[in-house]
């Protein structure tokens, strides 16, 4: 599976952005989906992950509220709508695919996921 993300970008705090990775090379609707991040410095960290039919999502605490991950299986594509930006989200933005199931701590887990995307820049200023 190979998964290309793209949608990053610079935007002023309190502005918008939504991510977008694209999967090929396998059956997109048989994976979880999550989005990471990793900022300059610091371990990589869980943002938001859907489950394979949408009908489960989870986020992290820094993020919710103000992220929102969906996904298109007809178009192998998962979303990460991020209004409200601030500062603290600039961070290169990974997404990922697995077989994921359970709850909250098991889809937040890096280990979880197989394959991952090449990443996308968000900076965010103030």
């Known amino acids: 599976v190979q998964l290309q993300a793209s949608g990053g970008g610079l935007v002023q705090a309190g502005g918008s952005l939504r991510l977008s990775c694209v999967a090929s090379?396998?059956?997109?609707?048989?994976?979880?989906m999550g989005w990471f991040r990793q900022a300059p410095g610091k371990e990589r960290e869980f943002v938001a992950a859907?489950?394979?039919?949408?009908?489960?999502?989870y986020y992290a605490g820094s993020v919710k509220g103000r992220f929102t991950i969906s996904r298109d299986n007809a178009k192998n594509t998962v979303y990460l709508q991020m209004n409200s930006l601030i500062p603290e989200d600039t961070a290169v933005y990974y997404c990922?695919?697995?077989?994921?199931?359970?709850?909250?701590?098991?889809?937040?887990?890096?280990?979880?996921?197989?394959?991952w995307g090449q990443g996308t820049q968000v900076t965010v200023s103030s």
């Open positions: 859907i489950n394979w039919s949408g009908g489960s999502t």
């Open positions: 990922a695919a697995g077989y994921v199931s359970g709850g909250m701590p098991i889809f937040a887990r890096p280990q979880a996921y197989n394959y």
């Open positions: 090379g396998g059956t997109f609707s048989s994976y979880a």
